[in-house]
């Protein structure tokens, strides 16, 4: 019989993928509560008023209310009907972006960035699953790759597909156009959802800051950096040529490298602030995803 090669193989065993899950699942529900625009029910304040359990005010009663959330002892004292009311509660769905372009498919110890990409993005996502969130994911490498919001099984099927999928290595471009899926997350997603992005933003270029900032204004939205170990720190003996989109550098010159990757990286922290999101550093090699984030 015949052996897979490496590019036929699964990016993750389905022990790897079960345990992610059952780890995921554990931590639903330490989200923090905050304001959506959009959602359904669920575990988050709305700023309308509804069926919840979280207590908003205590008003005039009206007619259909339900009679069971009258306040006698403050309509006793203001010889007023009042009733008293509540925050509905509602839940915010999950959009993940999936990086898999030709610098994720790179990994020196362990595991290639893409692989992590994966690991987190099936923890967040069964840990929404447990939460009865919907999760929507957009995967792009040379073309954008759209999973529709889905709630329970579902939505996790179809990470654990592209899980249980091989990745082959691709040629390198003159850099991804991040603009595209940006404004597809932003039209794609309701107002208020929870977005997070995994990625090594290698390609991230100035002409996307326009639809970073608009999607960071319009999603409550965090950046996950993928990096690789020797892309921090580069060994004493090593040669090769690397490259970032249409730049390239022997190791050589190692000096150069590590400011490079420092005013890079310093750069892109100051986009991502600029967006009003959040970020993460995380090593590709890092066992504990979501624990292990800087």
């Not at 339900?66 to 839940?91: F, G, M, N, Q, V």
């Not at 990096?227 to 090769?240: K, N, Y």
Request: charged share 20%; glycine share 8%.
């Amino acid at each position: 019989m015949r052996q897979p090669s490496p590019t036929e193989a699964p990016l993750l065993g389905q022990q790897e993928i079960d345990a992610l899950i059952q780890a995921g699942s554990r931590a639903a529900g330490h989200t923090a509560r905050r304001t959506p625009l959009h959602g359904s029910m669920g575990n988050l304040l709305s700023a309308r008023t509804g069926a919840g359990s979280d207590f908003a005010e205590v008003r005039a009663y009206q007619a259909g209310d339900d009679p069971r959330h009258i306040d006698w002892r403050a309509t006793a004292r203001s010889r007023l009907p009042l009733t008293r009311t509540y925050h509905a509660e509602l839940s915010r769905p999950l959009g993940l972006l999936i990086d898999r372009s030709a610098s994720m498919r790179f990994g020196t110890r362990v595991r290639l960035k893409a692989a992590q990409a994966l690991r987190i993005a099936l923890w967040l996502a069964a840990s929404a699953q447990n939460e009865g969130r919907e999760t929507a994911t957009l995967l792009f490498d040379q073309e954008i790759h759209w999973l529709p919001a889905q709630r329970g099984m579902k939505g996790l099927q179809a990470l654990i597909a592209q899980a249980n999928a091989p990745c082959p290595p691709v040629e390198p471009s003159d850099g991804q156009h991040w603009s595209e899926p940006l404004v597809m997350l932003r039209r794609q997603l309701p107002a208020g959802s929870q977005l997070v992005l995994i990625s090594d933003f290698n390609d991230l270029q100035e002409q996307d800051e326009s639809a970073l900032r608009q999607l960071g204004q319009h999603c409550d939205t965090r950046a996950v950096h993928i990096l690789d170990p020797l892309e921090q720190h580069w060994p004493g003996s090593f040669s090769a040529q690397l490259h970032w989109g249409t730049r390239s550098m022997p190791t050589e010159q190692r000096g150069l490298l590590h400011a490079e990757q420092e005013r890079w990286q310093t750069h892109l922290v100051e986009q991502l602030q600029n967006a009003g999101i959040g970020y993460n550093k995380l090593m590709a090699d890092s066992d504990f995803p979501m624990q292990d984030m800087a």
